[in-house]
């Protein structure tokens, strides 16, 4: 009979601190996902080509009032995951602006492809337990955008639909920001 061991558990400062000693670098793949240091996902062209469409996007159209950051952490009670968009206070607008907490989040973004039941069933229901008011996925491999808004602490959004091109979609917490589905897909 082979033993499995248990998984080591870390909280965001011990994860913070490897980071602080360069027990884990840039060049290591990972995030903090529920106390576990989990590998990320490869990226693929249609990923890169979707983020380099989102970032023109967003920083187009939101940089007045929104700081758009791409890959970077978000801090969670348990987590540090990095979404790949995220749109976040503006600078001296919150207290913890490099890893920003939900309350300064306005939108989290997933690009999916080979990581769709990952960001569907790992990091939605994280993501709503932790009060981030709306998430998209990009869903390239349906092509088509979900969207989750109205967190609830059971890991779940009330509000949940799928875009296709042609639709548009608002930012929620940001008045007056719509975009059409195609530019985003």
């Given at each position: 009979?082979?033993?499995?061991?248990?998984?080591?558990r870390y909280t965001v400062a011990e994860y913070d601190d490897m980071i602080a000693k360069g027990i884990l670098g840039e060049n290591?793949?990972?995030?903090?996902?529920?106390?576990?240091?989990?590998?990320?996902?490869?990226?693929?062209?249609?990923?890169?080509?979707?983020?380099?469409?989102?970032?023109?996007?967003?920083?187009?159209?939101?940089?007045?009032?929104?700081?758009?950051?791409?890959?970077?952490?978000?801090?969670?009670?348990?987590?540090?995951?990095?979404?790949?968009?995220?749109?976040?206070?503006?600078?001296?607008?919150?207290?913890?602006?490099?890893?920003?907490?939900?309350?300064?989040?306005?939108?989290?973004?997933?690009?999916?492809?080979?990581?769709?039941?990952?960001?569907?069933?790992?990091?939605g229901p994280l993501y709503a337990e932790n009060g981030i008011g709306e998430y998209w996925i990009v869903n390239l491999i349906d092509?088509?955008?979900?969207?989750?808004?109205?967190?609830?602490?059971?890991?779940?959004?009330?509000?949940?639909?799928?875009?296709?091109?042609?639709?548009?979609?608002?930012?929620?917490?940001?008045?007056?920001?719509?975009?059409?589905?195609?530019?985003?897909?």
């Amino acid at each position: 009979m082979v033993m499995k061991r248990p998984a080591v558990r870390y909280t965001v400062a011990e994860y913070d601190d490897m980071i602080a000693k360069g027990i884990l670098g840039e060049n290591d793949r990972v995030e903090l996902i529920r106390g576990e240091i989990v590998p990320k996902m490869a990226i693929g062209e249609s990923h890169i080509e979707c983020s380099d469409r989102l970032t023109l996007l967003f920083v187009r159209t939101v940089s007045h009032v929104a700081q758009v950051s791409l890959g970077n952490p978000i801090h969670l009670a348990d987590s540090e995951p990095e979404p790949d968009v995220v749109l976040k206070r503006l600078p001296g607008a919150t207290s913890r602006y490099a890893k920003p907490d939900p309350p300064d989040v306005f939108l989290v973004i997933e690009i999916a492809d080979s990581s769709l039941d990952n960001d569907r069933h790992v990091k939605g229901p994280l993501y709503a337990e932790n009060g981030i008011g709306e998430y998209w996925i990009v869903n390239l491999i349906d092509d088509c955008l979900e969207v989750h808004c109205q967190p609830r602490p059971d890991g779940t959004f009330s509000d949940v639909r799928t875009l296709r091109r042609g639709d548009t979609v608002d930012v929620t917490a940001l008045s007056g920001v719509t975009f059409a589905v195609t530019d985003i897909l």
